[in-house]
């Protein structure tokens, strides 16, 4: 399977600073983003470490990271799947380092989704509420689960859709990167077919933008690079509240 892809950040209307980050590496078929928090400039310095550090692992040659995998390996996920667990850890021990090395760090914390593929197998992980969403024929669909408060809230039917997205509430992860020294990342793992087209995305797309209007820009444009740019203006258009980062890959049948 061939992959192509594209992503974009932008710093929406009302924040001063960017505090998402993102990756795009085809070639080593991961792509990744995060979503930061914390005083000043923390966020991005949590996210920017993430994202580099999730990365950097995912692209070196799967031989040479078997040495630093800081966990066991779990037989019933693909090799990736652990490759990307062994990642999040990492990213979990680097920020926490930068915290402990600047004071002014301190707090900090990142939401991260990230995806790799490999063969006919896509793994998503993922803290937080940046999303990882699937569009196949024509239609969309989540893959990742928000950790949350509001979205914990709808799963035991306390809250509804509706009302979770004007909860005073509804900014408060109940988990990311940064927050203890072990995380507890949420796995799913997908077959790849031709087609398949994948989302990556902070809440400052999510909380701007329906699912039903991200499924026709993304169905809809000429292009990967026109499909973020579009999203993002989307965002800014509906208010820009936060930072807005997508990133859309596209799933290529070899031979095509």
């Not at 005083?39 to 991005?44: P, S």
Request: proline residues 2%; aromatic residues 6%; contains cysteine.
């Amino acid at each position: 399977m061939r992959i192509e892809a594209f992503g974009l950040s932008d710093v929406g209307r009302q924040r001063q600073h960017n505090e998402d980050s993102f990756r795009v590496e085809p070639e080593a078929q991961c792509f990744v983003v995060a979503d930061g928090m914390g005083g000043h400039a923390a966020g991005e310095v949590a996210s920017k470490i993430a994202v580099d550090s999730i990365a950097d692992f995912m692209v070196q040659p799967d031989e040479d990271a078997d040495g630093t995998w800081p966990h066991a390996y779990d037989e019933t996920l693909s090799r990736c799947t652990n490759r990307l667990l062994a990642a999040f850890q990492l990213a979990n021990t680097k920020v926490l380092e930068a915290m402990r090395q600047d004071p002014a760090l301190r707090g900090m914390g990142t939401t991260v989704v990230a995806t790799g593929v490999n063969g006919k197998v896509a793994s998503f992980v993922h803290l937080g509420d940046s999303r990882g969403y699937l569009i196949r024929d024509g239609k969309l669909s989540r893959v990742t689960n928000d950790h949350s408060w509001v979205f914990e809230q709808i799963e035991a039917g306390i809250l509804t859709e509706e009302e979770a997205q004007h909860h005073p509430l509804r900014n408060v992860i109940t988990r990311a990167l940064g927050g203890s020294l072990q995380v507890l990342p949420e796995v799913r793992e997908i077959e790849c077919l031709a087609g398949d087209l994948y989302i990556l995305c902070s809440d400052g797309l999510t909380g701007m933008v329906s699912e039903r209007e991200i499924l026709e820009i993304v169905s809809g444009a000429e292009d990967l690079q026109t499909a973020c740019r579009q999203l993002v203006d989307s965002a800014n258009e509906h208010g820009g509240y936060d930072n807005i980062t997508a990133v859309v890959v596209r799933m290529i049948e070899e031979n095509a």
